[in-house]
């Protein structure tokens, strides 16, 4: 579903395996003519010589590893040997894109944005990956068209991604002023952890000199990119499969709207609804509309849903071409957004653990 960079595929290892086989059978053929002790030396020679080939692709740093100027200007390609100017004397943000695509694009500028506005000490450094067909000529021109022509917009041509781990775009890189990785990867700087974190907290806390978390390597989820924006407006059903519904005809109420995409035979799903339900009975919250949208665009995920959701207190759609699942941008189920009275998106949680007490506010 998602397309990994070719400037940033590694070498195959096999390659590696057949040119250190290469150089160790004529070695072995020479010690056959050398006494035991000289054997001995020669064998432990060689098993060196193939420690130090294996490693020739060069590091990879580790989320809470220190990153070096020196590192960065031996490993990091051209890209590297420019942030090792600057590392270790202010937070630095990576933003890993691709020119022309979408979800990439949408997320250096959402990410640009919030640097602008609270965390302006920072220094911001997008980093383009382009695809085989693409001209390096592309970047200077979609940079200007999204508003980073201000900005030192660079081409990684997969050196420095590599050292870091940055296998797909978009990604982010966040290393605070200490020179320590604290994070990889990610579709949002504002995408959640389980523990609530995010990139843009940690790095607000970076610019004001508080403490800053290690979030390690955080999976790529593209709906991320909704918060703060309107959800799609897309048409769902009910049940019948025929009476139209839409998002926005629930927010005339002036409450917040809790939308929940889930699948009948998700395993996850039938462990988050049922918390979900106890919390909602329990805290009776009088300022939020509950609705699930489940997958229906097979007979068994339609007939499994709607048997599982039977009796829930609450609204109950079905996606029956799961239209909505692919405008939302949705990989991973259940996933939940609360939307706010005016339509944005405050939050998003995917998963079966969903702490709904904590998130919600009761």
Not at 105 to 113: G, I, Y
Not at 129 to 157: C, F, M, W, Y
Not at 187 to 192: D, F, K, V
Not at 215 to 233: A, E, Q
């Amino acid at each position: 579903m998602r397309e990994s960079p070719r400037s940033l595929a590694s070498e195959p290892s096999c390659g590696k395996a057949s040119r250190t086989k290469q150089a160790i059978i004529p070695a072995m053929k020479t010690l056959k003519k050398t006494t035991l002790c000289l054997s001995l030396v020669t064998v432990l020679a060689v098993g060196l010589w193939a420690a130090v080939a294996q490693q020739s692709g060069g590091s990879r740093l580790a989320p809470g590893d220190f990153v070096s100027s020196q590192l960065l200007a031996a490993q990091g390609g051209p890209a590297g040997r420019e942030l090792a100017k600057i590392v270790g004397k202010r937070p630095l943000l990576l933003a890993y894109w691709r020119p022309q695509d979408h979800n990439s694009e949408a997320a250096v500028v959402d990410a640009w944005r919030i640097v602008r506005e609270g965390a302006r000490e920072a220094e911001f450094l997008p980093l383009a990956v382009l695809a085989a067909s693409q001209s390096p000529t592309v970047i200077t021109q979609r940079a200007k068209e999204l508003g980073l022509d201000g900005l030192a917009v660079r081409q990684d041509n997969g050196t420095l991604a590599r050292l870091f781990g940055v296998r797909q775009v978009p990604s982010f890189v966040l290393i605070d002023v200490s020179g320590v990785l604290r994070a990889v990867g990610g579709s949002s700087i504002t995408q959640l952890t389980e523990s609530g974190a995010s990139i843009a907290g940690e790095l607000a806390n970076a610019v004001s000199g508080k403490p800053v978390q290690t979030l390690g390597v955080l999976s790529s989820r593209p709906i991320y990119r909704h918060l703060g924006k309107p959800l799609p407006d897309v048409e769902v059903t009910e049940y019948d499969g025929k009476t139209p519904r839409k998002i926005s005809s629930l927010l005339s109420q002036g409450k917040r709207v809790l939308v929940v995409y889930w699948i009948g035979t998700c395993s996850h799903c039938k462990h988050a609804l049922p918390k979900l339900r106890q919390w909602y009975q329990a805290a009776a919250p009088d300022d939020l509309v509950i609705v699930d949208v489940a997958r229906g665009d097979h007979p068994e995920l339609r007939d499994t849903a709607a048997q599982f959701i039977q009796g829930y207190p609450w609204l109950h759609w079905l996606d029956s071409n799961a239209s909505a699942g692919r405008r939302w941008l949705v990989t991973e189920t259940p996933t939940a957004f609360l939307v706010s009275p005016d339509g944005k998106v405050d939050g998003i949680q995917v998963g079966g653990d969903i702490d709904w007490a904590r998130w919600l506010g009761r």
